[in-house]
């Protein structure tokens, strides 16, 4: 079946480094890509997604770039700030027929001043 | 909107007792989601529902677990009997529309259960 796998974590950086969060699929089809974040506390709630090979998504100063050759989508973000602090999550939806999120088990990342 | 409303924040219960999470979906939201979330297992999807019809329940992990949705605003989810294994953070998501790969999932909070 399709499924997501995320570096484990957590990832621990101090504050202005530079992130990345690796993620890569494996799926029958052409699925389309989201990372969600969830922060202490509180539910996911979409960071960015892409919806096809090459596309770009990007939100708060995060992007990741759809690679259909390595099927990866990976999470960057220049310089990183405490308030970044969260887990990460993962997941696709494939682009036919009718079915839902599947996500990774999510990276915790660690921020400190 | 006040978003996705789950209660309660934190259950505390013994094994064998029956426990019952609740979720008020954002309104107009035609669907709702039951997912569970374990450092093992990461986040797991028990069960949606489409304008208040169990669409699939294929991850539901036993007959101790069922959900209900009596209504547009309202669901629930039980476990009976209670097990320590169960012990996780239940969240639960809508989302306006079916086209899942141009609409997103707002979650709720979750419920944090512990099962001793």
């Known amino acids: 079946g399709d499924s997501v796998t995320q570096m484990e974590g957590p990832v621990t950086l101090s504050e202005e480094a530079f992130l990345t969060i690796n993620c890569t699929y494996t799926?029958?089809?052409?699925?389309?890509l989201f990372w969600y974040v969830q922060y202490p506390g509180e539910g996911l709630q979409l960071l960015l997604k892409?919806?096809?090979?090459?596309d770009k998504g990007s939100n708060k100063g995060f992007e990741a770039t759809y690679r259909k050759e390595t099927t990866s989508f990976h999470l960057e973000k220049g310089s990183v700030q405490v308030s970044d602090s969260a887990v990460y999550f993962c997941?696709?939806?494939?682009?036919?027929?009718?079915?839902?999120?599947?996500f990774g088990k999510g990276t915790m990342l660690l921020v400190s001043p | 909107d006040a978003g996705v409303i789950q209660s309660p924040r934190h259950e505390v219960t013994e094994m064998g007792q029956e426990v019952t999470l609740r979720c008020k979906p954002i309104?107009?939201?035609?669907?709702l989601f039951w997912y569970r979330q374990t450092m093992m297992r990461g986040l797991e999807l028990l069960i949606y529902?489409?304008?208040?019809?169990?669409?699939?329940d294929s991850g539901m992990p036993e007959d101790r677990f069922s959900a209900k949705m009596p209504n547009a605003s309202f669901s629930t989810l039980k476990i009976q009997p209670s097990e320590p294994r169960d012990s996780a953070v239940y969240f639960c998501?809508?989302?306006?529309?079916?086209?899942?790969?141009?609409?997103?999932?707002?979650f709720g909070s979750g419920t944090q259960l512990s099962v001793l």
């Open positions: 309104s107009g939201h035609d669907y």
């Open positions: 799926a029958t089809g052409y699925p389309s």
């Open positions: 892409a919806t096809k090979a090459d």
């Open positions: 529902f489409n304008n208040n019809v169990p669409i699939d």
């Open positions: 998501a809508s989302s306006p529309g079916q086209n899942f790969r141009n609409e997103k999932l707002f």
């Open positions: 997941a696709l939806i494939m682009n036919s027929g009718y079915s839902t999120l599947t």
